[in-house]
Structures are given as C-alpha cells and as structure tokens.
C-alpha cells in the first residue's frame, strides 16, 4: 500500500517525512501522492516548522523504475507523476534532506525539494537522464541549475556521471558530508536550528529567496514532459534501459 510507503511524525516542531520502499526507493505516482499528503498535512499544522525528508534502504531514491527494455513505458502515468510532485515545491516550510545512499535521476529530483542536503560519506548524486538516453524530468532543469549553477547543473546533465558526497559539497549540492551514523542527528539538528527562529520571519525570507522557482518548475516540468513523450519513442531510451538491467555501458545509435 502507498499509505504504508511513505510515514510522517512530529517531533517538536520538526515534521520528519520517511520514505520506506527500499532498498532503493523507487517512485510512482502512488507514492509521489502520499509524500505529497504528508508535506501538505505539515503544511498545513501551525506547530511544523521545518521538515526533515529521509529515507530507509540503501539509496535515497533511485528515480523512477522502469522495465527491462522501456518497452512497456506508460508516457501518461510519467506525466501524471511529474504533473503531482509541481504541488511539493509549493511548500511553504523549509525542508532539509538527508541523504543516505543514492539520489539518482528523479530521486535527485525529490532531493532538490529541500532548501539543504545534508549527506553522508556513502551518499552520491547523479543526474543520469542522457545515460538512459531520455531528457531530465521531475523539474531538474530548474532546480539542479539554482542550487550548483548553471555550468555545474550542464556538466552533471550532459554527462550523467557520478558524483560523490565530497564533490556534491565542493559545487553546492549538498551542506555538510557526515558519518552514515549521525546522518539523522546532524539533519534534526539543522531542521531544529531553523524551527528555534521565528516561523513567520523565516517562512517570508525563504519566499523571496525562493521568487519565482514555482512558476519556473512548473514551466521546466511541461517542457520536460513534452520531450521525454517523445524520448520515450526512441531506440537510444530502450537501449539505455537495456544496458542499466544488463549493467553495462549503453551503445547509443542516434535514433
């Protein structure tokens, strides 16, 4: 059951949100829905603050998880997916993410909802859409760019490589690397540093900061709904996924 996927809980004025469907989290619009019920409801409680955003299993998330070959990709389901996770960045609250394991195509994605990644030394980022020969989705092109940069965000992009919890703190991506053992601790402490100041002040400061990221992931996400639509169709995305269940690297024809 989705409901069971994701679990939520107050402690003090730290909402803490867990994602639960290891070891790598996958997502589908099921579980994209109850993360979102879970934001919403500490939205919506006067007492929440800020929310910590966590995960069991060995990966943070793992993006989307697709068949064997890509051939039995639903394009309308991936869209309604994408369409649901805009509301998560409409959240008012600040959001600290603490990042485990892997956050990987859409789950870098779900990482990027939160104001600050703390990671562990076992964690590690990659935006590797090109690898699966598909364009980025889940708003990356909006969000990764604002958080590390322009030249950062293309040079993860285009190349979908790997990068590690050190090299996510050198460009920004992440605000502390720590052991996998206080990964928690460290996250309640950020998430409990900011819930002390006052709620009305910090919550107004983080709406200028953020501007117009809104309405520019809402405009990133139908762009990038329109190309996957069509990258889905394409030999190059079936033989990405190929080569991931194969574990071997892709040969990619242009088609």
Same mark, same amino acid.
Not at 198 to 215: C, E, F, H, K, W
């Given at each position: 059951?989705?409901?069971?996927?994701?679990?939520?809980? =107050?402690?003090?004025?730290?909402?803490?949100?867990?994602?639960?469907?290891?070891?790598?989290?996958?997502?589908?619009?099921?579980?994209?829905?109850?993360?979102?019920?879970?934001?919403? @409801?500490?939205?919506?409680?006067?007492?929440?603050?800020?929310?910590v955003l966590r995960a069991e299993g060995k990966s943070f998330?793992?993006?989307?998880?697709? /068949?064997?070959?890509?051939?039995?990709?639903?394009?309308?389901?991936?869209?309604?997916i994408y369409r649901s996770a805009i509301a998560l960045f409409?959240?008012?609250k600040p959001v600290v993410a603490a990042i485990q394991g892997?956050?990987?195509?859409?789950?870098?994605?779900?990482? =990027?909802? @939160?104001?600050?990644?703390?990671?562990?030394?076992?964690?590690?980022?990659?935006?590797?859409?090109?690898? =699966?020969?598909?364009?980025?989705?889940?708003?990356?092109?909006?969000?990764?760019?604002?958080?590390?940069?322009?030249?950062?965000?293309?040079?993860?992009?285009?190349?979908?490589?790997?990068?590690?919890?050190?090299?996510?703190?050198?460009?920004?991506?992440? +605000?502390?690397?720590?052991?996998?053992?206080?990964?928690?601790?460290?996250?309640?402490?950020?998430? /409990?540093?900011?819930?002390?100041?006052?709620?009305?002040?910090?919550?107004?400061?983080?709406?200028?900061?953020?501007?117009?990221?809104?309405?520019?992931?809402?405009?990133?996400? +139908?762009?990038?709904?329109?190309?996957?639509?069509?990258?889905?169709?394409?030999?190059?995305?079936?033989?990405?996924?190929?080569?991931?269940?194969?574990?071997?690297?892709?040969?990619?024809?242009?088609?």
């Amino acid at each position: 059951m989705a409901e069971e996927q994701v679990t939520a809980r =107050l402690e003090g004025h730290v909402g803490v949100v867990t994602v639960n469907r290891p070891p790598h989290n996958y997502f589908d619009g099921g579980s994209v829905e109850v993360l979102l019920s879970a934001f919403s @409801a500490f939205e919506a409680d006067s007492s929440c603050r800020a929310i910590v955003l966590r995960a069991e299993g060995k990966s943070f998330c793992a993006g989307a998880q697709f /068949g064997d070959d890509g051939n039995g990709v639903d394009a309308d389901a991936a869209m309604r997916i994408y369409r649901s996770a805009i509301a998560l960045f409409d959240i008012s609250k600040p959001v600290v993410a603490a990042i485990q394991g892997a956050a990987i195509g859409g789950g870098l994605g779900v990482s =990027l909802i @939160a104001d600050f990644r703390i990671a562990s030394e076992q964690a590690w980022f990659s935006a590797n859409f090109a690898r =699966l020969g598909i364009h980025a989705g889940f708003g990356i092109t909006a969000t990764l760019p604002r958080v590390v940069g322009l030249q950062a965000a293309s040079l993860m992009l285009q190349t979908g490589r790997r990068v590690s919890a050190e090299k996510a703190l050198e460009i920004g991506l992440a +605000e502390k690397v720590v052991p996998a053992d206080t990964l928690d601790d460290e996250a309640m402490a950020l998430a /409990g540093e900011i819930a002390a100041n006052a709620p009305i002040a910090v919550q107004s400061m983080r709406r200028t900061l953020m501007g117009d990221r809104g309405a520019l992931v809402r405009a990133a996400i +139908e762009r990038e709904i329109a190309e996957q639509r069509i990258h889905f169709e394409t030999d190059d995305f079936r033989e990405g996924i190929r080569a991931v269940h194969e574990r071997r690297a892709p040969v990619f024809s242009g088609r």
